[in-house]
């Protein structure tokens, strides 16, 4: 089975993914359940946390991981994708692991092989893996992830985190609302915007924060990092939880004075991120 998104799972798939990553961290009892699976690690973006997550989990649980180098690859030499992944098909690893600036990539890479395509991110699309973990941090210091009160501040245009929670408001029955710059804003939705800063973190459970991604703006009027902190920046402890899917842009977003307060939750989500990437291979590999 593969993880594209979280649009095409339900309410009880997405809990049972959640039960197993705290089954895996509770009990430290890792089923081999990949043992000598192979997953190939395809990354088209830079990342830290997904990309060694992911590879942390899929050797806990006894794959073999493949790291495919895109910039050594035949694509630098004129080779298509689909040739790429039918090419690599054909060696039958069990997963492929993919990042790609493109909206859509993972269901691409999905129509040409019969291995499991688990999403990590693709364009503004989605990143299921990431709303995953948060849900799971969620549920340590709540318990109870049915209503909770959410708001995402920050570049939500270009967020594919926004995108995936946006489909676990739905399933949870959230209070979902957005906050940021007006050109970060997406048009036409059915999600509430804030009016200030100070409404935007006022009676919530959870705040998410999430960096100006620079590399997707062009042509778009943007704040400058300072003016951002100024009317958009926590500078300040607050009442709800602080989360951030990273990398973090210290005194930007949030303040590094803010950064080390017992209510930022930024170390714990990576930490559930290898248990929750963990729950998601298991997931496939019994679907």
Not at 29 to 57: C, G, H, P
Not at 202 to 228: A, C, H, M, T
Not at 252 to 280: C, H, P, W
């Amino acid at each position: 089975m593969h993880c594209l998104g979280l649009k095409y799972f339900n309410k009880n798939q997405v809990e049972s993914i959640l039960e197993k990553a705290v089954y895996f961290k509770s009990t430290k009892n890792y089923t081999k359940s990949l043992q000598d699976a192979i997953v190939i690690n395809m990354f088209f973006e830079n990342s830290t946390r997904t990309k060694t997550s992911f590879e942390i989990a899929a050797l806990k649980l006894g794959a073999r991981v493949v790291n495919f180098d895109y910039t050594k690859s035949s694509l630098q030499k004129g080779e298509n994708w689909i040739d790429t992944i039918t090419n690599l098909n054909a060696m039958h690893p069990d997963f492929f692991v993919t990042r790609h600036a493109y909206s859509g990539f993972a269901y691409y890479i999905s129509q040409f092989t019969q291995a499991n395509v688990i999403n990590a991110g693709d364009g503004t699309n989605e990143h299921p893996s990431q709303a995953l973990l948060d849900l799971m941090t969620m549920y340590e210091h709540k318990k109870d992830i049915e209503n909770l009160k959410v708001c995402i501040i920050g570049d939500i245009i270009n967020s594919r985190v926004a995108r995936s929670h946006m489909y676990l408001a739905k399933m949870f029955n959230w209070d979902l609302s957005f906050y940021g710059p007006s050109t970060f804003l997406p048009q036409n939705i059915d999600i509430k915007i804030e009016k200030d800063l100070n409404q935007a973190i006022s009676n919530k459970d959870f705040v998410i924060l999430l960096r100006i991604q620079l590399e997707r703006k062009s042509g778009v009027n943007i704040p400058s990092l300072g003016e951002y902190n100024k009317f958009f920046g926590i500078k300040e402890p607050i009442g709800a939880y602080i989360m951030h899917p990273g990398p973090v842009n210290r005194d930007v977003e949030l303040d590094s004075t803010v950064y080390i307060d017992r209510n930022v939750l930024i170390t714990k989500q990576v930490e559930n991120g290898v248990f929750v990437r963990m729950a998601i291979f298991d997931f496939c590999i019994s679907n």
